[in-house]
């Protein structure tokens, strides 16, 4: 609980260093209706609402977690380099996709991808948060912030 609350409250300072960061940066005359903010302002945005929520189910959990033996271990053999890698390959993937297919469908290959590759089982479920994430990606980019995607070749 104690270190939940300690990143909490790191993330909460991050989020703010970085909301007012993004406040300085100049206006262009060449700026779109979003601007040079748009983006920036809604990252620390997202970031502190998950700093808020980490501190919260912090604050309101019954008892501490508690780590298994195993799980413990540095030498856990799930968070290696090649690991890593894998995840960044998968994400570099999304760029042919994304100019092949068009942003949704090449997000929700995306997301299915790393859900897939992080151990989830194949389901209908899994299929169903792909959509839905990439259908909120959407919204929040090319509906909320006037942000348009590329098509893609065949979408």
């Not at 989020?15 to 779109?32: E, F, G, N, W």
């Not at 033996?69 to 995840?87: I, K, Q, S, V």
């Not at 929040?140 to 912030?145: A, K, S, Y």
Request: charged share 10%; no cysteine; aromatic share 8%.
């Amino acid at each position: 609980m104690k270190k939940d609350l300690i990143a909490s409250a790191l993330l909460l300072a991050v989020a703010a260093a970085y909301y007012v960061a993004t406040v300085r940066i100049p206006v262009s005359t060449l700026a779109d209706e979003v601007g040079p903010h748009g983006l920036p302002k809604v990252l620390a945005i997202a970031l502190a609402v998950v700093a808020v929520g980490l501190g919260v189910r912090a604050l309101i959990a019954k008892r501490p977690v508690t780590v298994p033996e195993t799980a413990a271990n540095d030498d856990d053999p799930e968070a290696t380099p090649l690991r890593a890698l894998g995840l960044l390959g998968i994400g570099a993937l999304y760029m042919p996709a994304a100019w092949i297919l068009g942003y949704v469908p090449a997000l929700i290959l995306l997301i299915l991808g790393i859900a897939l590759y992080e151990g989830m089982r194949p389901s209908w479920r899994v299929v169903g948060i792909a959509i839905g994430g990439a259908t909120l990606f959407w919204l929040l980019f090319v509906v909320l912030l006037g942000v348009p995607q590329p098509a893609g070749l065949l979408f």
